[in-house]
């Protein structure tokens, strides 16, 4: 018996282990993301098997990733600064009274967090 085998119809690769074929999967390199795609894959991991499976499967899951960690990131961006925008948080506030400034935008990139979280890492 040959020691690898591929399926012309599948393109997978087998290797003969004992009496058995098994395929010859590789786990893909982890992709270059930063927080957002993290916190994704990890949801997907944990609570969205089949989904993370088939993004595994079909090699997807690296560009997935990389959508939702850039996606997340200019969600982010646009968000505070249109709360900031709406809420008068400007640079004149944040030169004539610092903590103030410093303790609005903390809510604001707290609700825009959530708002990312809910519709993009968590869907």
């Not at 930063?34 to 993370?52: A, I, N, S, T």
């Not at 560009?63 to 809420?87: F, G, N, P, V, Y």
Request: glycine fraction near 4%.
């Amino acid at each position: 018996m040959e020691r690898f085998i591929k399926d012309e119809r599948t393109g997978i690769s087998y290797e003969l282990i004992g009496d058995y074929y098994y395929p010859c999967l590789t786990s893909p390199a982890s992709p270059n993301v930063g927080r957002y795609g993290r916190m994704r894959w990890r949801y997907l991991k944990e609570h969205r098997q089949v989904f993370y499976s088939q993004l595994v499967l079909s090699d997807k899951l690296a560009s997935h990733l990389e959508e939702i960690d850039q996606s997340a990131s200019e969600m982010m961006e646009r968000l505070i600064k249109d709360m900031a925008e709406r809420q008068g948080v400007t640079e004149r506030l944040k030169a004539e009274n610092q903590l103030r400034w410093v303790g609005m935008m903390n809510n604001i990139r707290s609700a825009a967090e959530e708002v990312v979280l809910n519709n993009l890492i968590y869907a």
